[in-house]
């Protein structure tokens, strides 16, 4: 692989019915990938024979939390770049190609992020979407492999928490942060993820904005 070469890491578990959709969107990429990699987050489901068929390369483990699985696909990772996908969610076809152009422009950056919003297929089949906002999410990033390893790694865990503390860790760790205002992450709400709320999740978000601050003041 080049230097240039950008690796994509999915972590999946039970997501046999989105996982081809998320990948058809890496695909489509105008500046494309040059390897995804699915890791199967003990799913019991058909996400692991799924991803085979896929043609992706498929990794596996004991469920861990998607934190671990991004940390696991990225150590198997061969590109110089990471991005990451959950497996419901779906790329505008620009997302890297305006990261990657970014990272050239402004090499002093540890990590580009870019706006989602959050959408969901309502009973009628029709696809709902929110306003878009800045994303300081996974699903938003393009960074150096290296970096992550080094200083960017998650934190294991089942619950949401391990995203919200990995994003507050970076900034008060000082890493030079961007943020491109173009829509590039699409976040599907259904009814077994971490969003399912009213609010597409922002209420869980704040709650653990507040513990994760309020435990740091105490010095913990």
């Known amino acids: 692989m080049s230097p240039a070469d950008i690796s994509v890491v999915i972590p999946a ?5 989105f ?13 494309p ?8 987050d003990g799913s019991t489901d058909e996400t692991a024979p799924l991803a085979a068929q896929l043609g992706v ?16 696909g990225a150590e198997a990772a061969t590109g ?9 969610d779906l790329w505008g076809a620009d ?12 090499p002093a950056t540890d990590v580009v992020f870019g706006h989602g919003v959050n959408f969901w297929v309502d009973p009628r089949g029709q696809r709902q979407e929110e306003v878009s906002r800045p994303a300081y999410l996974p699903g ?23 995203v919200i503390e990995w994003y507050l860790r ?16 699409f976040r599907r709400l259904h009814e077994t993820n971490t969003r399912q709320q009213g609010d597409g999740g922002r209420a869980v978000d704040l709650r653990l904005l507040r513990t994760w601050i309020d435990r740091h003041r105490a010095g913990d």
Do not use: C, Y
């Open 13 to 17: 578990h039970n997501a046999a019915r």
């Open 140 to 162: 938003a990033a393009l960074l150096r492999r290296e970096f992550f390893l080094h200083r960017a790694r998650f934190h294991a865990g089942v619950a949401p928490s391990e």
């Open 95 to 106: 997302k890297l190609a305006w990261q990657w152009a970014w990272m050239q422009d402004h």
């Open 57 to 72: 390369k498929v990794i596996t483990q004991k469920q861990a939390g998607a934190g671990a699985a991004r940390n696991h």
């Open 80 to 88: 110089q770049w990471l991005a990451f996908l959950d497996a419901d």
């Open 19 to 31: 996982l081809a959709e998320a990948v058809a969107s890496v695909r489509a990429q105008t500046r």
């Open 170 to 185: 970076l900034r008060a760790e000082n890493v030079v942060i961007a943020m491109i205002p173009r829509l590039m992450l």
């Open 33 to 40: 990938a040059a390897e995804i990699i699915v890791v199967d």
